[in-house]
């Protein structure tokens, strides 16, 4: 497992694509949340609360990319080939591409969260610090970002192509909720599904549960795709 994970993240840092996604993830949290902070006039807001909001808005669909094109590129150049022919064992490749990429993908939402929360504190017309809620928000970011790019690579595994990887999670996250909002007790189903729980753990409650019970959520449907990208990859031939 120590030699797979070097590899991975040998092969990761060497990407031009990974520094330039990481750079747009940093321009964009200081952007929403710089934004977010001027639109917001609540003497109750968080200096968090901006970053939460860039964390949905785009910032972890940046570094869920950044998770994607680990899986989607090898299969694009061909590498995927030799990938394998390296590490046999498929499931300890995929294990050290969950791994690596969760991990990495934790400390780069933890780092925008910071820059969030400092661009956010500087432009909130009025704010209350709570020292507890605030660390506890920024983590509750960074693990999001982590468990959606952990989401997003078992969906890679799985189409092994860019486009259909982001045709899917746009599914999941965005159309999938707007058709099952319309059926009779779909807003339940609706906070069941990743969007929903991403909403809860991120901002603390979406109407329905909490943060812990998002965490369970966004986890589940992780696993999930893990399992999905793991069961498909050992089965095919490449």
Do not use: Q
Request: aromatic content about 6%.
């Amino acid at each position: 497992m120590r030699g797979a994970l070097a590899a991975e993240w040998t092969k990761l840092v060497s990407l031009h694509s990974t520094w330039y996604l990481l750079l747009g993830a940093a321009a964009l949290t200081g952007t929403v949340a710089s934004a977010a902070g001027v639109l917001t006039h609540d003497p109750a807001a968080s200096p968090a609360d901006p970053a939460a909001i860039a964390e949905l808005n785009g910032v972890g669909l940046v570094l869920a990319a950044l998770a994607m094109l680990s899986v989607t590129g090898e299969y694009a150049t061909g590498s995927a080939r030799t990938a394998f022919l390296c590490v046999p064992r498929r499931g300890r490749l995929l294990a050290a591409k969950y791994l690596l990429l969760g991990a990495v993908t934790f400390a780069a939402g933890l780092a925008c969260a910071v820059l969030g929360a400092v661009c956010g504190a500087l432009t909130l017309e009025e704010s209350t610090f709570d020292a507890g809620a605030v660390c506890g928000r920024l983590l509750a970011v960074a693990a999001h970002a982590a468990l959606l790019s952990v989401l997003t690579v078992g969906l890679a595994a799985v189409v092994r192509r860019s486009a259909g990887t982001v045709t899917a999670l746009f599914g999941l996250l965005f159309l999938l909720p707007v058709g099952l909002d319309v059926l009779p007790g779909g807003e339940t189903a609706v906070d069941l599904l990743p969007a929903g729980a991403s909403e809860a753990l991120v901002l603390g409650d979406n109407g329905t549960y909490g943060w812990a019970a998002a965490l369970l959520v966004l986890t589940g449907w992780s696993l999930a795709s893990v399992a999905a990208g793991t069961w498909v990859v050992r089965r095919r031939d490449v």
